[in-house]
Every structure is written in C-alpha cells, then in structure tokens.
T-cell receptor, first 110, second 115 residues
C-alpha cells in the first residue's frame, strides 16, 4: 500500500523553464511534508518542507504547494538549472515517521 | 558532505549469511534512522533510535535488528539474507526526537548485494 505516490518517474525540462513535480498521498494523518533531492551515489538531501497547516512555502527558486482537500502537493522550481538534475523524493510525516514516494527523475536540458 | 558516515559502501554476500551495517551520525545528533531503498522503490523507513533507545519502528523484518551504542553510532544487522534484501540501506541522523523532522541528514548509503 503506497501511501505516498509520485506517478511520474521522470520529467525533462528546458533550462530556465519551470519544473513541476507532483506528489499524492492517501493518509490524512500526515502532518508534515518534505521534498528531498538525491544525486547518484549520495544520500538524499533535504530541500524544502511544509506543515499541513499551510498551503505554500517558498525558499528561493523552490516553492512547495499543498492542497489538503486533494491530498496533493507539488514542488515548483523556477527557473530550472542544469544542476537541478537529480531524483526528487516527496516524503510525508506522521508521528515522526517518514514515508517516501518512489521519486521523480528530473532532467534539466540546455 | 552531510556529516553522516556509513560503512561499508558496498557489500556482496550470499543468501543465508548475516551482515552488519554501521552508521556514525553527525556530531551532536541523538537520533538515528535506518531506511531501505530497493530497486524502483522509495525509501522505506525501518527503525529509529534516539539516544540509545528504540523510538519508532517501520517496515523492519524480524530478521533485521538494530541498536544504537553509547557513543551514538548505530548498527543494522541483517540475518538469514535473501535475494530480495539486496538494496541500498541509508542511515540518517537528526538532533530532534520528534517533529519537525526536516533536519534529517542522510549518509551516502551502503549498497548490499545478496547473491
């Protein structure tokens, strides 16, 4: 039972354009949502998070949107840069346990 | 560099064997988390320790066990290994015992291959 789903395994975006990564969840008990970025041969790195009481959190080029009624969150990267090419994992927290999605591989092309 | 170290980086072993994966958390972090990432799967939370005590348990098999020592390093023991246990095993550390948990820092992982 996949409680956190990232339905797009891969995404290709041109440099300078917007990247939108999506994530859906099923457990209404999740109270905190996070995005992690992972380069090959490295562990995931925390990118940005949002509490369930908010609907938007922005940090530089990265913005996370949360739609609780739809149980959906998204990560926007504007403008996309080649260094953003990585696998992005969505994660959700309930009682301090993190549940991860399967990841979306973002490729930013020149 | 997250400050979390994991050894070994790679491990190849046979079915039925037992292995131990080691993790040293960032200096000052009291919480250690273990995750498993199988092929095409997200990271599965296995277990969390906080200051030597088990704090939370996820999808950890009975053949797997973990502990956190007084110096705060942690070991994940995998026994009676099966082919399906082949995966990347990540350790993460944090200085919080609960939420918010955005402060988890991941190590580079141990890649386990069971033949």
């Amino acid at each position: 039972d996949q409680q956190v789903k990232q339905n797009s395994p891969s995404l290709s975006v041109q440099e300078g354009r917007i990247s939108i990564l999506n994530c859906d969840y099923t457990n209404s008990m999740f109270d905190y949502f996070l995005w992690y970025k992972k380069y090959p041969a490295e562990g995931p790195t925390f990118l940005i998070s949002i509490s369930s009481i908010k609907d938007k959190n922005e940090d530089g080029r990265f913005t996370v949107f949360l739609n609780k009624s739809a149980k959906h969150l998204s990560l926007h990267i504007v403008p996309s840069q080649p260094g953003d090419s990585a696998v992005y994992f969505c994660a959700a927290s309930a009682r301090s346990k993190l549940t991860f999605g399967t990841g979306t591989r973002l490729q930013v092309t020149l | 560099d997250s400050g979390v170290t994991q050894t070994p980086k790679h491990l190849i072993t046979a079915t039925g064997q037992r292995v131990t994966l080691r993790c040293s958390p960032r200096s000052g972090d009291l919480s250690v988390y273990w995750y498993q990432q199988s092929l095409d799967q997200g990271l599965q939370f296995l277990i969390q320790y906080y200051n030597g005590e088990e704090r939370a348990k996820g999808n950890i098999l009975e053949r797997f066990s973990a502990q956190q020592f007084p110096d705060l390093h942690s070991e994940l023991n995998l026994s009676s290994l099966e082919l399906g246990d082949s995966a990347l095993y990540f350790c993460a550390s944090s200085d919080y015992s609960g939420v918010p948990i955005a402060s988890q820092y991941f190590g580079p992982g141990t890649r386990l291959l069971v033949l």
